[in-house]
């Protein structure tokens, strides 16, 4: 045999082989949109509630399909043990344990508050399993059983697991078998290198024991290894639900399928899809058989056998070449067609061990066609599979299974567009420039041309794709779809890639739909307190201006299950942002309000949220009745001055008609010499001596008497007044007047008025409230009790 032969030969069998190979989905990862590539994740578990929790370098992480919240940021607790990386995770019940460097904690799920257990104490938790009811906590040099260390005493420990009925306990040189039911411990592997991580294979009865340089599948009745596989620091292992093995190292992902075959997946920096880092930590697999990766550079994940499968062209080929599928049809014996800008492939038995491809491309030695860009793929009524692009018509052959290209004479291009057939079997062929009605002549293999009419428009098929994706509620991502209502199935072109939807299995998926607001974020700073959240009622301060409510139905898919709508009160319903899910308020005014939120394919909300904002100090309960005490004390102030005012007005008019009237009867009293102001002063003359000479005091004293009697009726003489009229400071006035009486000024001019007063009263001429504003007094009871301490006795009773 010729070289020449031999390796075409070998190009056959190589073909050959590739198109029977069952595919394998670990080619393109959903990698959470680069939300955790700066995390190194070295563990992963879930919630009841759907919540993903990662353990990471930089502490406790949730995720729940949409947003990734680091939970143990600036907790005092963590902080203030200085807990170091987060290392593993387990759910109990209602809570997180949490194997950290330095110790161990308890978070809670319902109020998202850590506790510190009070074991292991400053110790690095190398392992967390459940056995029964019992959990396990290893570190480097003891095993606890539920807070309490206990029997074995090994050293130098790395890792810890169990298959329900034994504890494996790695170490540095060895493996442990541990009984806890007869407390047997029982050494099964010896002379190895860091005994790092274990799986055990229930349906085999193996146990997989990753090594510092290998993974050894130990028989555990025989007590021996079946085989060994070569690989860098196997970090962990599990199982897919293919029935592959995956074991994380620290140089990439290691795939084992059931023939011993491995492959290696690393990480690539040309492709977004690629594995997210190539040191592989942790593996978590959920309900819905979906596998999550744990790496240096974040989460990679690996979808289940949820409603949508999504394959990668080369897990399906096994080359690295790529294609664009702009067109993708499923036909009626159940082939799977895909064009693109890379030629057409043909995929049977998908997802079956009896799936095989064929890939039609320009110049392949097997497959040819003629060009390589596909616009269109039809059958026709009779089974025929009609294929249109860049190189004009192609028809099937199923003997051949191969294409026959129709040539039409009639246009420049033979670029072919869309192929619609008509009932009487003619066919409506629109190419580039222009619609024909025509056939197929198989002799000459030509397009026979029976009417040219205007180009139709083909906007139709582009609508006509919009409208599959808005049936099912998919996103705008995808450059195809077709939609295969008799197979409950719709197929969707993508780049590099394609996805078959289940249709039943979605529909299911939003029969049992789960729905939560998992947080709600304040000023884009801080989040709200857990409990309130669970009470579904938050109350918020003035200051808080933007309010951004998280919520999620916890879809890992990489594809929206739902879309949404909320409102706020009684509004109208408003689209949620998709893929987002979260909902923005800003600038809530002092209220209550409610936000409800439903599901796009219901009428009725799903789930509600109370929300209270309260007042600022200045529009508060309290301050509205400060304003209207306020309010209150300046109008009865300004009453009271209004009445004041007329108090006064009508007291000056009283004491202008009483003066009025003394002044007429002292006019009387003045006829008659007997004017009180002259013996007034003689009695101050007699005072001042015998010889009626009196001194510089007393004459000072006699001049402000006179003022004082000649100013006696004005209510407002005082001191000041005093002062101004006689020309003295108010100290000097002060000092003489309490030399030569006795008396304050004060005092002194009340004296002078009640001496008047007295001796009006005396005369029995005036009234008392005459008297009173004869001599200065403006109020009724004030004058009354200053007389009555003088003359012990009431003005009105007084008799002289």
């Keep these: 045999m010729t070289l020449g032969r031999g390796f075409f030969l070998l190009l056959f069998v190589t073909t050959v082989l590739m198109g029977t190979a069952q595919p394998q989905p670990y080619y393109a990862f959903n990698n959470l949109d680069g939300k955790t590539q700066h995390l190194c994740v070295r563990s992963m578990t879930q919630s009841a509630d759907g919540m993903m929790w990662l353990a990471t370098e930089q502490g406790l992480y949730g995720y729940d399909g949409y947003h990734l919240i680091n939970r143990s940021q600036e907790d005092k607790l963590v902080d203030s043990m200085d807990a170091g990386s987060f290392n593993h995770l387990m759910v109990t019940g209602d809570s997180l344990l949490i194997g950290c460097d330095n110790g161990l904690l308890s978070f809670d799920l319902r109020t998202y508050q850590f506790r510190r257990l009070p074991y292991p104490i400053d110790e690095m938790v190398k392992g967390i399993v459940r056995m029964g009811s019992s959990i396990w906590v290893a570190t480097e040099g003891a ?228 060009h390589n860009r596909i616009r269109v793929i039809v059958e026709t009524g009779n089974g025929s599979i009609l294929v249109g692009g860049d190189m004009g018509l192609m028809q099937y052959d199923d003997a051949s299974q191969q294409f026959r290209r129709y040539v039409i004479d009639e246009d420049p291009y033979n670029w072919v567009y869309d192929i619609k057939e008509r009932n009487n079997g003619e066919l409506l062929l629109t190419t580039f420039t222009a619609t024909y009605m025509a056939t197929l002549d198989k002799a000459t293999s030509r397009v026979v041309v029976r009417r040219t009419l205007p180009r139709a428009d083909l906007a139709g098929s582009m609508s006509k794709m919009q409208a599959v994706l808005l049936h099912y509620g998919l996103s705008g991502k995808y450059l195809s779809a077709y939609d295969d209502a008799g197979n409950g199935v719709v197929v969707l072109g993508g780049t590099d890639c394609f996805s078959v939807l289940d249709t039943k299995k979605l529909k299911a998926s939003r029969t049992n739909r789960n729905l939560a607001i998992t947080d709600i974020r304040i000023n884009a700073e801080r989040y709200v307190d857990r409990a309130a959240l669970l009470q579904g009622k938050v109350v918020l301060s003035p200051e808080d201006r933007i309010i951004d409510v998280l919520f999620s139905d916890f879809n890992y898919l990489g594809e929206p299950t739902h879309h949404f709508f909320y409102r706020l009160d009684e509004g109208e319903w408003v689209p949620a942002h998709a893929g987002n899910n979260t909902i923005t308020l800003t600038n809530l005014g002092p209220g209550s309000y409610t936000l409800s939120i439903r599901f796009s394919d219901s009428t009725t909300e799903a789930l509600s949220l109370a929300i209270k904002v309260k007042a600022p100090w200045y529009a508060s309960t309290l301050a509205k009745l400060i304003y209207l005490l306020v309010v209150g004390c300046l109008v009865f102030g300004l009453y009271y001055i209004l009445r004041q005012r007329q108090r006064i007005r009508r007291e000056q008019a009283e004491h202008q008609a009483v003066m009025l009237q003394a002044r007429q009867k002292e006019h009387e009293l003045l006829s008659d010499n007997e004017y009180l102001a002259t013996q007034l002063r003689l009695k101050l003359q007699e005072k001042a001596g015998e010889a009626g000479v009196l001194s510089d005091d007393e004459k000072v004293l006699l001049k402000l008497t006179i003022l004082i009697e000649e100013n006696l009726s004005d209510a407002d003489l005082n001191v000041n007044t005093l002062s101004e009229l006689s020309g003295i400071s108010v100290k000097q006035l002060y000092r003489k007047i309490k030399a030569m009486t006795g008396l304050t000024t004060v005092a002194y001019i009340r004296d002078q008025r009640l001496k008047k007063a007295a001796a009006l009263l005396a005369k029995g001429t005036f009234t008392v409230s005459e008297v009173m504003y004869m001599v200065g007094f403006s109020n009724a009871s004030y004058f009354a009790r200053c007389f009555s301490e003088a003359y012990k006795t009431l003005p009105s009773d007084y008799k002289g």
Aim: aromatic share 12%; proline share 4%.
């Design 143 to 370: 095993i606890y059983r539920d807070g309490n260390k206990c029997a074995p005493s090994l050293t130098s420990i790395v890792s810890l697991y169990t298959d329900e009925q034994n504890l494996y306990i790695g170490t540095t040189n060895a493996v442990y078998r541990y009984d806890p039911t007869v407390q047997q411990l029982e050494k099964m592997v010896d002379g190895i290198t860091y005994a790092s991580s274990f799986y055990y294979d229930r349906q085999e009865q193996l146990l997989w024991l990753g090594t510092a340089s290998q993974v050894r599948v130990w028989d555990i009745k025989a007590r021996k290894a079946v085989y060994t596989i070569k690989v860098p620091v196997a970090k962990t292992i599990c199982a897919d639900h293919y029935g592959n093995k995956l074991v994380g190292t620290d140089n990439g992902l290691y795939l084992i399928g059931k023939d011993r075959r491995t492959k290696a997946v690393f990480h690539d920096a040309r492709r977004e899809n690629s594995l997210a880092g190539d040191a592989v930590w942790s593996f978590f697999r959920d309900q819905h058989n979906t596998i999550w990766i744990g790496t240096n550079s974040g989460v990679s994940v690996i979808p289940g056998d949820g409603w949508m499968t999504t394959y990668t062209l080369p897990s399906i080929t096994g080359q690295g070449t790529g294609n664009q599928f702009f067109c993708v049809f499923s036909d009626s014996q159940g082939r799977l067609w895909l064009g693109g800008s890379n030629g057409l492939l043909c995929l049977e038995q998908l997802g079956k061990d009896t799936q095989s491809y064929r890939w039609y491309r320009m110049n392949d030695p097997r497959y040819p066609i003629p």
